[in-house]
């Protein structure tokens, strides 16, 4: 299973799949991302032990779904437009990841298809929204989350243990988008510098929670805007 290559499950904001294999190899069996979103970086390690905490409960419901849901539900969940438009069989999870497909790198699944996206559709550009390759994609990798934990809430409801811990949080700077943004940053700190075994924060140029260091550069948007990506570490025992 560790040869199989997952791709996201749905695009989210700040995700850090892309990025993953830039960053330090988990030097632990168990990986643990307190602050879950699409959990970009346990998708490149997927066959470890993997806990996710996540506080948003949109995103919490979306991963019960996923790793408990059957192949065969997915292939079922038909193409549409607009999240309403969904069958009443289809439970919350399954709307969750519909809408989350509507639009790319969003905070928050959205009820239907942009202007944008059904102008690219029309145009031939099927890979917009919620479609056929979308439902045999996610049906596919099913099988490598199965294993995988979800806790609701804070980060601070992980448990205490040694493991590769990835700390990617809404950014102290250009971390506004997010749903749940109010962060205490300095008892973050405090938190990471106690967790047992490795430690990967990330964060952008700028934060001064932990003494960060310049990881590398980013670029996004159609204006390919550059952003420095910051990084501190710890190596446990």
């Not at 904001?13 to 970009?40: C, H, L, M, N, V």
């Not at 202007?115 to 029309?122: N, P, Q, S, T, W």
Request: hydrophobic fraction near 40%.
């Amino acid at each position: 299973m560790a040869s199989f290559k997952l791709a996201p499950f749905w695009r989210y904001y700040g995700g850090k799949f892309r990025s993953a294999p830039r960053y330090p190899q988990p030097a632990y069996d168990t990986i643990i991302e307190p602050f879950a979103g699409a959990a970009g970086y346990a998708l490149r390690h997927h066959d470890r032990k993997v806990l996710l905490v996540e506080r948003y409960p949109i995103v919490a419901e979306l991963w019960r779904f996923l790793i408990a849901v059957k192949e065969s539900e997915i292939l079922r969940i038909p193409e549409v437009e607009h999240v309403d438009s969904l069958p009443s069989w289809i439970p919350q999870g399954g709307r969750i990841l519909v809408g989350f497909s509507m639009n790319s790198a969003v905070t928050a699944p959205r009820k239907s298809l942009s202007a944008g996206r059904i102008k690219l559709r029309a145009m031939g550009r099927n890979f917009e929204g919620w479609n056929a390759a979308q439902r045999e994609r996610v049906a596919s990798q099913l099988h490598c989350i199965r294993h995988w934990r979800i806790i609701e809430g804070e980060y601070t409801l992980a448990p205490d243990v040694r493991a590769t811990w990835f700390v990617d949080p809404p950014y102290q700077v250009a971390g506004s988008h997010y749903v749940h943004r109010q962060i205490d940053y300095s008892a973050l700190a405090t938190w990471c510098r106690a967790r047992q075994g490795q430690v990967i924060a990330c964060e952008n140029a700028g934060a001064s929670w932990l003494p960060f260091r310049v990881f590398g550069t980013m670029k996004a948007g159609p204006s390919k805007r550059v952003s420095y990506e910051m990084i501190w570490t710890k190596e446990g025992a």
